[in-house]
């Protein structure tokens, strides 16, 4: 072994510090999910006021259904986005599948209601500018998932924050189900539409922040 | 797993799980190890590149970087070859080393330069680095690292059917470049 290595490894070995919770990323995650929920209330708030209009749920059970599959979504995506954050040799595309299906299906249940709307369609607590808030409430949340995954060793920067922006954008089009008014068209286009561009904020973010060093 | 591979990965692991409680004599003689089989691993895989000590070096700060990313109860070679893999990749890429490989293979084993198979292996660079990252990698594999195909979708971590239809699609893209600038194939 040459020199400049053995005196590189003793420099490395001197500089190591003991780690916390080595390759754990459930503790990042609840944290990042609490604090981009309170974002997202705190975004909502600032927008206008907070009526929740839409409960209790177990009265409209295709409703609760809805919201559940959002809230596993949302869980499932966050997850897999700190996830990246670990080096594995398993294929990230692979790593995504489930996330992004179980958001597929979410949509799909959402888009579902045109035909068969799980609530009957109400103007109650109509919000001026909800696409906007959908979208811009999202982002705080989104650059703070990108400094924390940042922290770990993202090796797929552009799909670590496409699934961090997707999660952040559907915090806030969630919680519009229930403080906007209920109209399938209204949440597709005003609600969804919006998270879902949260995502494409997030490619580009991650791409950016999260190269590999 | 071999013997070998096995019992590297259980002292290896063991060495890890002590470094990241603060053990630093552990972690200097993984890093020496990390740093022998990083070097072979290269060699085996990529041939002789040009400035492998640095490649190898570069690697052993990236270990040590992501060192927490490591979670003691997984399996410690998977881990380590990832962050490795990427990181020889990323030094493969990196236009500095590109150049000065060029350099070296537009040289004759006389030691005599060669312009016209200069501008072949830039034209060949030019058109590589234009390919998408994985039309990109398979090709590195494949074509500059010799792989086997087996090989490499165990690299990449993908089916082997799944490495043809990738080598067979990243080929195509390098005729159609090649033809749409007048290049012969």
Known sequence: ?213 | MNKTFLADEQRWAAWMACAQRGELVDYAQLLREIGAATETYIRVRFGTIDALEDCVQECLMAVHAARHTYDPRRLFRPWLFTIIRHKTIDQLRQRQTWLSALQSLATTESGVSDPDRSLRMLDGVRILERLSPDHREMITLAKYGGYTTAEAATWLGITESAAKARLQRALAAIRKALDNEGLPV
Not at chain 1, 62 to 85: C, D, H, R
Not at chain 1, 131 to 147: D, F, M, S
Not at chain 1, 153 to 180: D, E, K, R, V
Request: charged share 10%; with cysteine.
């Open chain 1, 1 to 213: 072994m040459n020199k400049s290595r053995d005196l590189l490894i003793a420099e490395l070995a001197a500089a190591a510090t003991p780690v916390k919770r080595p390759g754990q990323t459930a503790h990042q995650l609840v944290l990042w999910l609490a604090l981009a929920v309170g974002l997202s209330v705190l975004g909502v708030l600032l927008g206008g006021t907070l009526v929740v209009s839409r409960w209790p749920l177990p009265q409209a059970p295709q409703f609760l259904g809805e919201s559940l599959l959002g809230v596993a979504a949302i869980i499932a995506l966050a997850n897999a986005a700190f996830k990246t954050g670990i080096p594995s040799p398993v294929a990230v595309t692979r790593q995504v599948v489930w996330p992004l299906l179980l958001l597929v299906v979410w949509i799909g249940v959402q888009s579902y209601g045109l035909i068969d709307p799980a609530l009957a369609p109400s103007m109650v607590g109509k919000r001026a500018h909800c696409w906007l808030e959908a979208l811009l409430v999202g982002i705080p949340a989104l650059v703070l998932g990108c400094c924390a995954v940042r922290r770990l060793w993202p090796l797929h920067g552009a799909w670590t924050g496409a699934l961090l922006g997707l999660a952040s954008g559907a915090i806030p089009a969630l919680m519009m189900q229930f403080i906007c008014m209920y109209e399938p068209t209204h949440i597709l286009k005003f609600h969804v539409l919006p998270g879902l561009a949260t995502g494409l904020v997030g490619a580009v973010l991650g791409s950016w922040l999260l190269r590999p060093r």
